[in-house]
Nanobody, 120 residues
Framework: QVQLVESGGGLVQPGGSLRLSCAAS????????MGWYRQAPGKQRELVAA???????NYADSVKGRFTISGDNAKNTVYLQMNSLKPEDTAVYYC??????????????WGQGTQVTVSS
């Protein structure tokens, strides 16, 4: 019953900015952490950034200094502000969350993905 819905993807020029959002909804009791992964065609999915409920963050080396992850606990929403975008950032970005649901327990959930394309 838990859903993660991403939004904010699109086509941008190199050096541009984009802000992704992911909202979790459903029978959520608690969320431990949320994060963003990305996957380019033929490539393995990789962690981009993650944030805990307490605000601790973790970034892939390739995006440090350019991307910022933040969250709104009250809204069960995580954001990814992407600046100075590069063509190599092109991928489908997926939201991930560690969620506790009554009657089930802790489980990982994934969003449907949102396409980010960086091209001139």
């Amino acid at each position: 019953q838990v859903q993660l819905v991403e939004s904010g993807g699109g086509l941008v020029q190199p050096g541009g900015s984009l802000r992704l959002s992911c909202a979790a909804s459903g029978s959520i009791f608690s969320i431990n952490h949320m994060g963003w992964y990305r996957q380019a065609p033929g490539k393995q999915r990789e962690l981009v950034a993650a944030i805990t409920r307490g605000g601790s963050t973790n970034y892939a080396d390739s995006v440090k200094g350019r991307f910022t992850i933040s969250g709104d606990n009250a809204k069960n929403t995580v954001y990814l502000q992407m600046n100075s975008l590069k063509p190599e950032d092109t991928a489908v970005y997926y939201c991930n969350a560690d969620i506790y649901t009554d009657g089930i327990g802790w489980h990982d959930d994934w969003g449907q993905g949102t396409q980010v394309t960086v091209s001139s």
